[in-house]
Every structure is written in structure tokens, then in C-alpha cells.
């Protein structure tokens, strides 16, 4: 049977969303369940929740035990993984085409029969403390997590994602399942399929499998409000790792592809104006880059850099330079640069059933549909030297954040780097 190249989209009757993206020149198909359900969902009393209901769907349901449910995956070979963000959480599996049904099967089991065995959730706590430890003994990683803490303060958006010690064994069985009824419905879930797959055949699977999915969540979020400020904790480490950040802009918004490209070629790759100050001509730093990340009602801007202790009073003014130069505007072959990196990237993780499979996801539950792919090369292409000042200048006009790790003794203070800004 010949498969379709259309991206289609079916409504289940009890609204849940299903996407796929075919692709028949290759043999496999990725399958994914994408909830609107992360750490900004959560209460205080539960951080960490999400994370831990995303351990713990794979320990076992109704008809499975946890060995069952790796044992069925290896043995035809296939993946199966998840991974829990700030406004999401996604279950997904990559198998050969003949065993998609397979992976629909073991995904609407551990989404829909887990069991919250108390015994397996006082060994996977045990687990998720030791990924704390982990994180927090690991510098350029959990400088992020006080990076955005300090930028969004005091609110869900802010709170890391794995959590804390305490809160995660003070989680009991019934609060898992609370959690899961509450947040783990219809109008909150994608279901996306790309690869060898196709789309009738595969909404009939879905169909059925999640046929008992309550058609409405209980979801609470809170909108999320960028703050800034600064945070630093000296620590004895070998090198300093700092993050200077700004407040972002939300998905959907016009400026959206704008700031995605102002990062690409201030601090994305090896020409970007950021690596090529700081570390090429300057010495000042190994790593150095910027990101673009957007949330539903916000986003955040941010500049990471990992230097030595005494290199901070040289490096400090250099960043702040390129910052303030930014809203001056960039060369033309700067934004050519910038827009083909991205282009390029787009169209590479078109080739990967893997990466169309989350595209489709994400695309589904921010915009409501999926894009083609001619659409965001039409934006992307879009982007304009006077659109990337007007987005410079809006997002470096909000107020700093600093975020710094490790032997801060000559790290300058924080209203002299503010005022560096302006």
C-alpha cells in the first residue's frame, strides 16, 4: 500500500488531537504522546511532580510490569523514552513500521493503566534524587535552573524541573494518580506519528487505544511574569559559568523567527559575532553561545558563558559590548548567514522521523496545526535587518538577569554590569 506525503490531522471524539507526517522512503515510524502538563502546572507542595510521573509511567501497569514493558521494546528492537519540560511532557517510541502498533499499544498503557506501585515509586524516588545530585553537581547545567529562577521569581515557571529532595520523596502513589487524572486528558494531549505510517490506519489505533481518555483536564496554569535580578553562589570550581539573560518573547508572536535569527548570528556557531569576540580573537572563554526559548505567554533570551575566574573582568565588558551593539543592527551577510543556519538546520531534521514526529507535536499544541514546511522557510526568509533591530531593542531593553557559579571573587558587581548595558 502506497503511503501518502501530506501531513494530516484527524479530531478522535473525545478530541484528542492526532498528527501524522509520512514519510515512505524510510522503515520506521516515531510515535509520540505530547501533554500539556510541566513543572508551571505544578503547586508548590508537588514540585518535581511532573518528572517523577514521567519516571514512573514506566514502572509497570495493570497488564505489564516495568521488565515486561523494556523487554517488549528490545525485543523487536525499538526505543522508548520520555522527557518532561516546563509546559509539556512527552512519552514517545521510534520502531520499525511493523510494530507501530507495538508502540501505540505500551504507550496508551503506561499513559492510561499505570499502577503507582508504592514500592517501585520509593526506588524511583531514590533514582530522581540521585539525578538531583547529578544536576546539581554538574555547573553548566544547573547554572540554567538558577538562571531561571532568578528571572521568573516566586512562580511555577521559575521552579526546576526535577524538583527538590524533599518534595520528591514526600510524593505518594495517590498523588501520581491525582496528578495524572487532573492533567492527563484529551484537550490537553497530541498524539504525533512520523515515518512509514498511515494516517487512517493509524487514527483506528489510536482510536482504540485511547478510547477510555477523559475527554477534559482539570489543568491549572498560572500566567508567568519575567522579573530579572541576580543570583550568584561561589563555589571551588576550576572555571566560572555564568548566564546574562533578558526577557524572551512567547510563541506565536510576530517577532517569533526575528529573535530566533538575532541569537543565530550573535551567538550560534562559529561566525556568530559572541564566538568569534570572545573566543576567537579574545581567548576569554571555550564556550560561549546564546538561545532563544519561548513558553506560551513569555520567553527568555540568554548568553552562556563558562571562563576562568581571571578572565571575568576582561570578558564582562567584551559581552556586554556586543549586546548593546546588537541594537544597532547587523550586516547583510550577517542575517544571510544567520537565516541559511537556520533554513539548513529545518530541512535536516526533516530527514529524521524522530525530529518531524516532534515538530508535528509542538506545532500542534502551540499554533493548533501543523506548519508546512515552505511556511516557516517563508518567515525565516522573512527576517530583515530592521527586524532584527526592532527585536534586539525590544528584548534588551527588559531588565537583566545574572546567573554565576564557582569562584565569583572578581565578578564585577551587578548594577555596574547593568549599567554596562545601557
Known sequence: MAIPTAVQVSTLSN???????????????????????????????????????????????????????AEEMDNVGGQLNAYTGRDHTAYFAKVLKEDTGLAVDILSDILLNSTMDPEELAREQHVVVQEIYQADDTPDDIIFDHFQATAFPDQPMGWPVLGSEKIVRSITSERLRTYMADNYAADTMVVSAAGNVDHDTFVRLIEKAFAILPAKAKVSELPSHYNGGNFREHRDLEQVHLVLGFGGIPYGDDDYYNLGTLSTVLGEGMSSRLFQEIREKRGLAYSVGSNAQSFSDSGLFSIYVGTGREDLPKLIPVLCDEVRKAVDGFADDEIKRGRA????????????????????????????????????????EAVDGQGLISVANRVFASAPTLAALGELQTLEAFDILRARLQ
Do not use: Y
Not at 22 to 34: D, F, H, I, L, N
Not at 354 to 369: D, E, L, P, V
Open 341 to 380: 543556519q537556520i533554513k539548513a538546520g529545518l530541512l535536516m531534521s526533516m530527514e529524521s522521523p524522530s525530529s518531524r514526529c516532534t515538530q508535528r507535536a509542538r506545532q500542534m499544541m502551540i499554533h493548533g496545526r501543523p506548519l508546512t514546511t515552505r511556511e516557516v522557510i517563508e518567515r525565516v
Open 15 to 69: 478530541g484528542l488531537r492526532v498528527v501524522t507526517d509520512p514519510m515512505s522512503s524510510v522503515e520506521s515510524t516515531a510515535v509520540g504522546v505530547w501533554v500539556a502538563a510541566g513543572t508551571r502546572h505544578e503547586t508548590a507542595e508537588v514540585n518535581g511532580i511532573s518528572h517523577l510521573l514521567e519516571h514512573m509511567a514506566f514502572k509497570g501497569t495493570t497488564s505489564r510490569t516495568a521488565q515486561q514493558i
